[in-house]
């Protein structure tokens, strides 16, 4: 067992995560094919999705809101709203601006009973890869288990939050199952691979309470 840093991003191998990112910096070439407002998304994302963000948009580092900063037109476009200026302008793009968007990965919920809804999964996934990954925690120690390929099958988190994560792999080296013991949930995810080109094909996720 080897011992981890506070906070410290943790790679589990392979090329798996939960979400795909696009960073768009705006430059003159940018805006000649652009009309200031509306963004093609390099990832098709599923529009209307209640309780939850299934893409999250931010301009210049400021978070932009569903419905407010943003407007879903279809799957690869939204509109931006950035307000106005001080003649009551829209306010538009210019050069270097920066607008990064992160879409989830849409899962499939097998569920039954009393437990918590899709969008209450998706919630807790989130809020568990920001608490390790992206500071979600003032105070995280983390350790570590490994298998001998050097693949992580454990992770043991404590501190502000007590996480336990736990892996198996596939025999092309990617993640195979992920289950989370955090807040008296048991949150199980399988990934299934097309084994001859190494893609993902279908994430899903069980939760037991």
Same mark, same amino acid.
């Not at 200031?36 to 309780?51: A, C, D, Q």
């Not at 736990?166 to 995810?189: A, D, G, V």
């Given at each position: 067992?080897?011992?981890?840093?506070?906070?410290?991003?943790?790679?589990?191998?392979?090329?798996?995560?939960?979400?795909?990112?696009?960073?768009?910096?705006?430059?003159?070439?940018?805006?000649?094919?652009?009309? &200031?407002?509306?963004?093609? +998304?390099?990832?098709? #994302? %599923?529009?209307?999705?209640? *309780?939850?963000?299934?893409? !999250? =948009?931010?301009?210049?580092?400021?978070?932009?809101?569903?419905?407010?900063?943003?407007?879903?037109?279809?799957?690869?476009?939204?509109?931006?709203?950035?307000?106005?200026?001080?003649?009551?302008?829209?306010?538009?793009?210019?050069?270097?601006?920066?607008?990064?968007?992160?879409?989830?990965?849409?899962?499939?919920?097998?569920?039954?009973?009393?437990?918590?809804?899709?969008?209450?999964?998706?919630?807790?996934?989130?809020?568990?890869?920001?608490?390790?990954?992206? &500071?979600?925690?003032?105070? +995280?120690?983390?350790? #570590? %288990?490994?298998?001998?390929? *050097?693949?992580?099958?454990? !992770? =043991?988190?404590?501190?502000?939050?007590?996480?336990?994560?736990?892996?198996?792999?596939?025999?092309?080296?990617?993640?195979?199952?992920?289950?989370?013991?955090?807040?008296?949930?048991?949150?199980?995810?399988?990934?299934?691979?097309?084994?001859?080109?190494?893609?993902?094909?279908?994430?899903?996720?069980?939760?037991?309470?």
């Amino acid at each position: 067992m080897a011992g981890g840093t506070k906070m410290t991003l943790h790679r589990y191998g392979g090329s798996l995560q939960d979400w795909k990112e696009q960073l768009i910096i705006v430059d003159d070439a940018y805006l000649t094919s652009s009309d &200031g407002f509306n963004i093609t +998304l390099k990832y098709p #994302y %599923e529009m209307g999705v209640k *309780g939850t963000d299934v893409i !999250e =948009v931010f301009f210049n580092g400021q978070r932009l809101s569903r419905g407010g900063g943003y407007m879903e037109i279809d799957d690869i476009t939204i509109q931006l709203n950035l307000g106005i200026d001080e003649e009551g302008n829209p306010i538009l793009l210019e050069p270097e601006d920066e607008i990064f968007i992160r879409f989830y990965e849409n899962h499939y919920y097998n569920h039954g009973g009393n437990i918590p809804s899709a969008t209450d999964i998706t919630n807790i996934l989130k809020t568990v890869e920001e608490i390790i990954n992206y &500071g979600g925690a003032s105070n +995280l120690d983390m350790t #570590y %288990e490994y298998n001998n390929e *050097g693949q992580i099958i454990r !992770e =043991v988190s404590a501190g502000d939050y007590d996480i336990v994560r736990e892996f198996t792999w596939n025999s092309i080296k990617e993640l195979e199952t992920e289950t989370i013991y955090f807040q008296k949930r048991i949150i199980q995810k399988t990934y299934t691979y097309d084994l001859a080109s190494a893609r993902l094909t279908r994430t899903s996720v069980r939760v037991i309470v």
